[in-house]
């Protein structure tokens, strides 16, 4: 299964079950998740860490 169509899939899910709401939580948790593996193969981590 592809990336697109698995977000596809989980947009219809949200749509269908009128849970859009969720959506933007879902995005912070990505796009933290994302930052904590950057943080962690760079050298930039100790700048990243004192964020939190």
């Known amino acids: 299964m592809s990336r697109v ?6 947009w219809a899910l949200l749509a269908q079950n ?6 933007p939580i879902v995005i912070v948790f990505v796009v ?3 930052l904590l593996v950057f943080a962690e193969t760079s050298a930039l981590a100790p700048f ?4 939190f």
């Open 5 to 10: 169509s698995l977000i596809r899939e989980f």
């Open 18 to 23: 009128k849970k859009l709401w969720m959506l």
């Open 32 to 34: 933290l998740g994302i």
């Open 48 to 51: 990243i860490y004192t964020v």
